[in-house]
């Protein structure tokens, strides 16, 4: 299933002005379920970071996350990096648009990329499914951070992360390289790097996996056999956010023993 050329097509529509951009931040953090889990973490990282921190958004992607992290620190220095130059180019377009200081996109690759400054904060979401060496870029992440820093990971597990459940499927995300990672295989070789206090919990458990069905899987699937469907889009988001939403809550809230996500934290 192809997903970035459906990405192209929703930023084609949200970009066409300021308060639109930032209407999709609001949706999108309203129906990612890994942007509940991720927002409440940088909540509780942000209660004990000190002012002026360094932090990197590994894989910045639409710039989502960098908004949100500009949204909530004080006086943070943000670097978002991402390997394809036209998210760089629209990401830095919009922030300067917003007036929005001290947040800049580069291009980078992530196993040999180097911040000006050490960061304090790494985010990574959704990135290492796509990345094959994968140790190559923790133990670049732990070179680049300073000591006491936070790095927080959201990726797929090898629970079915990317609708994989049997040894003859594929992936649902053509880009993935990797079905999804087995919750200890992560912790140790993100201790191999050098990180310490390394938690890995699930999410997307039951609630949230049919909370990925009805908000993602079931639009994607519509919009890979044709662009129509997203004029048809308002319409099915109208009847299925109110219960996606509620999986979603069940979902953060409930101690998942299982799930087709995994939420990473590492300290340095």
Request: aromatic share 12%; proline share 2%.
């Amino acid at each position: 299933m192809q997903y970035d050329p459906i990405k192209k097509s929703i930023g084609k529509i949200f970009n066409r002005s300021l308060w639109l951009r930032k209407l999709l931040y609001n949706l999108l953090d309203l129906i990612l379920l890994r942007s509940w889990y991720i927002r409440r973490e940088i909540k509780k990282w942000v209660l004990t970071a000190k002012e002026n921190s360094y932090i990197l958004d590994a894989g910045s992607g639409f710039g989502q996350y960098t908004h949100f992290l500009y949204s909530v620190t004080n006086n943070a220095h943000i670097t978002g990096v991402d390997v394809k130059q036209e998210q760089i180019d629209d990401c830095n377009n919009f922030f300067s648009k917003c007036g929005i200081k001290n947040v800049r996109f580069e291009l980078g690759d992530l196993t040999t990329f180097k911040p000006q400054n050490k960061c304090d904060f790494i985010l990574c979401v959704d990135v290492m499914e796509h990345i094959e060496d994968d140790i190559r870029v923790f133990n670049n992440f732990a070179e680049m951070m300073n000591t006491g820093g936070l790095l927080l990971i959201s990726t797929p597990s090898d629970k079915g992360g990317s609708d994989v459940h049997h040894d003859d499927d594929e992936s649902f995300i053509d880009e993935h390289v990797r079905e999804g990672y087995n919750k200890e295989d992560i912790i140790k070789k993100l201790s191999d790097a050098g990180f310490t206090q390394v938690q890995a919990i699930y999410s997307y458990g039951k609630y949230g996996k049919l909370a990925w069905k009805i908000t993602m899987k079931t639009p994607i699937t519509w919009l890979n056999i044709s662009k129509l469907f997203f004029v048809l889009l308002p319409l099915y988001y109208i009847f299925a956010f109110p219960v996606a939403y509620i999986l979603n809550s069940l979902d953060i809230r409930h101690q998942n023993k299982t799930g087709t996500g995994l939420i990473v934290k590492a300290v340095k």
